[in-house]
């Protein structure tokens, strides 16, 4: 990647290079919506400047804990925030309406990992799996983030455990994986740049939000039939007991021994 953005990431659907057009609403965005839109002024209104009302964005998005919804590919910005909780799909969902509705330009890359950052807690066999990132446009470039995905109680107990084990990938993190974004520096938890064995294998493109993802991309168009919906509930259902167990392994104290200075509510 490049050391201002997710740049390097090439494949997949050509897109836009046009800032403005990423400002624009989707039903599942709900950019306009009051509820959005009041979330977003809220969050920001001590802030100054686009980049540190981006951070705010982030940092409630990545408040919210970790856990699978059930159907990523069609939840909107809206149920994410009733449920006050998501995966790398809604949660993304969720903060790129934020952006949009601050008038911040703001997109998903999807991407395909391999399977073994979910080791762990998902048992995927050798079947990658799609991953998005949010992008945001800051001072003059595309900046890429995928740590708001992992809570931060849910984030410090996974490479606790990865540290323990020796592991580099589980439980939805790396061992290195980013916890903090800055919003002038690209932040990835899921991978690492500088593990090539981490990075992604297919690099899809830029959408707006996942049902146009998967919707426009026939290998992938099946997942939104019912059999492939009720699939990824029941795998969801332990998806969600399994981060909750570890969530709650780690005590309070050993969170604050990892360094970080920002524990969120780790309640689901």
């Known amino acids: 990647m490049s050391k201002r953005g997710s740049d390097k990431f090439e494949g997949g659907r050509k897109a836009s290079s046009e800032p403005e057009r990423w400002l624009s609403n989707t039903p599942l965005l709900n950019t306009h919506h009051p509820k959005i839109r009041l979330m977003a002024i809220r969050l920001t209104q001590l802030r100054l400047g686009e980049r540190d009302k981006a951070v705010a ?80 446009w800051l001072e003059g470039s595309w900046v890429g983030v995928d740590s708001h995905v992992v809570d931060l109680p849910l984030a410090k107990a996974a490479m606790q455990r990865l540290t323990e084990q020796g592991r580099t990938l589980g439980y939805g993190m790396h061992a290195q994986g980013q916890t903090e974004w800055d919003g002038r520096t690209p932040s990835f938890g899921q991978f690492n740049t500088q593990d090539a064995g981490s990075l992604p294998i297919k690099d899809w493109g830029v959408y707006d939000d996942p049902y146009q993802f998967y919707s426009s991309t026939p290998y992938l168009r099946n997942k939104l039939g019912w059999a492939s919906r009720v699939k ?31 524990v969120a509510d780790s309640s689901s």
């Open 232 to 262: 990824w509930m029941l795998g969801a259902n332990l998806v969600n007991r399994r981060v909750n167990a570890l969530r709650r392994s780690v005590l309070p104290g050993n969170l604050a021994a990892t360094g970080s200075t920002k």
């Open 57 to 136: 964005c982030f940092e409630h998005v990545q408040r919210l804990p970790f856990g699978c919804l059930g159907d990523g590919t069609g939840e909107s910005s809206l149920a994410v925030l009733k449920s006050a909780r998501g995966d790398c799909h809604t949660k993304s969902t969720l903060l790129i309406a934020l952006l949009r509705s601050l008038d911040i330009p703001a997109r998903l890359r999807f991407v395909t990992l391999k399977p073994d950052f979910l080791w762990g807690i998902l048992d995927l066999g050798d079947q990658p799996v799609e991953h998005c990132c949010a992008e945001v």
